[in-house]
C-alpha cells in the first residue's frame, strides 16, 4: 500500500485519506496544486465540546463514523498547495486556532497526516514513519518474539484492538512506556512532514467527539514537540 506504517496510524491516516472530499482526494493523489478555498476559517468552526469524550465512546472502534462523515462532507475543507502554505504555516495556524481533525498531505515521497485534538497533537503519519512495535524494540521494551505474539493476538482473537493496548493487556509493556514510544511516533512523523516543500494539504475537520480517545492517547503543544526536534539537531 501507499503507507508503510503499522498499528493505528495506518488505519487512521487511511480513514483521514478517506474522508477527504473526492474533487480535494483526487487532486492529492495526484499531487496536484490547489489553491486555497476562500471560505475555510469561517466554515471550520466546530461545535462546542459539551461531552468532549464520553468514556462509552472508548470501547467501540468508531461509533460517530458516519456522523463524521456527513459533517466532513457538509463542511468546507481547509486545503491547498505546501508551496504556498508550508507545513510549519498550516500546522501553526491549525494549532492557534485549536482545531480537532486529520491534515492529510500529499507529496513526492508520498502521503502524510497529522492528528489532532482541540489544538493539541495525538498523532502522525509520514511515509518513513517507524510503527508502534519497532519503536518499543528500539527502546528495548519488546523483543521480536513478544512483538509476533501480540501481532498473532491482533490478527486472531483482537482485530480491532491496537496493538499497543494489546502489548498492555499481555503486560509486556505499561502504559507510560506505551506513552513514551508514541510520542516518539509523533515527533519523527512531525519531524519528516515539516521538511516537505511540495505537494497539497487538506484538512478535514471533526466534531471533538466524533472519535474516541485511545486507551492511551498522547496531545502535545506544537511547541513543544518543535523544541523536541530542535534538541535533535544539535
Excluded at 170 to 190: F, R, S, V, Y
Aim: hydrophobic share 40%.
Amino acid at each position: 500500500g501507499m503507507l508503510r506504517l503499522g498499528d493505528v496510524l495506518d488505519r487512521r491516516t487511511q480513514a483521514a485519506v478517506a474522508a477527504v472530499p473526492d474533487n480535494l482526494r483526487t487532486a492529492l493523489n495526484q499531487r496536484t496544486t490547489d489553491t486555497l478555498e476562500e471560505e475555510t476559517t469561517a466554515n471550520l468552526r466546530l461545535p462546542p465540546s459539551s461531552s468532549s469524550s464520553s468514556s462509552s465512546d472508548t470501547g467501540s472502534n468508531l461509533p460517530h463514523a458516519r456522523e463524521v462523515q456527513q459533517l466532513i462532507a457538509r463542511k468546507a475543507v481547509y486545503s491547498g498547495d505546501l508551496t504556498v502554505f508550508p507545513p510549519m504555516e498550516v500546522l501553526s495556524m491549525l494549532c492557534r486556532s485549536r482545531r480537532t481533525g486529520s491534515l492529510v498531505m500529499s507529496g513526492s515521497l508520498g502521503i502524510g497526516a497529522v492528528f489532532m485534538r482541540q489544538g493539541l497533537l495525538t498523532g502522525a503519519a509520514s511515509p518513513d514513519n517507524p510503527n508502534i512495535g519497532a519503536l518499543l524494540k528500539h527502546r528495548g521494551l519488546i523483543n521480536e518474539d513478544q512483538m509476533k505474539l501480540a501481532s498473532a493476538n491482533q490478527a486472531g482473537s483482537a482485530p480491532n484492538k491496537l496493538l499497543g493496548e494489546i502489548l498492555i493487556s499481555l503486560g509486556l509493556i505499561n502504559k507510560e512506556e506505551l506513552g513514551q514510544a508514541l510520542t516518539d511516533q509523533l515527533i519523527i512523523g512531525i519531524g519528516d512532514l515539516l521538511t516537505w516543500d511540495s505537494g497539497t494539504f487538506a484538512f478535514s475537520p471533526e466534531l471533538v467527539g466524533g472519535v474516541p480517545v485511545a486507551e492511551v492517547e498522547v496531545a502535545l503543544e506544537l511547541k513543544y514537540v518543535l523544541r523536541l526536534l530542535e534538541g535533535d539537531e544539535e
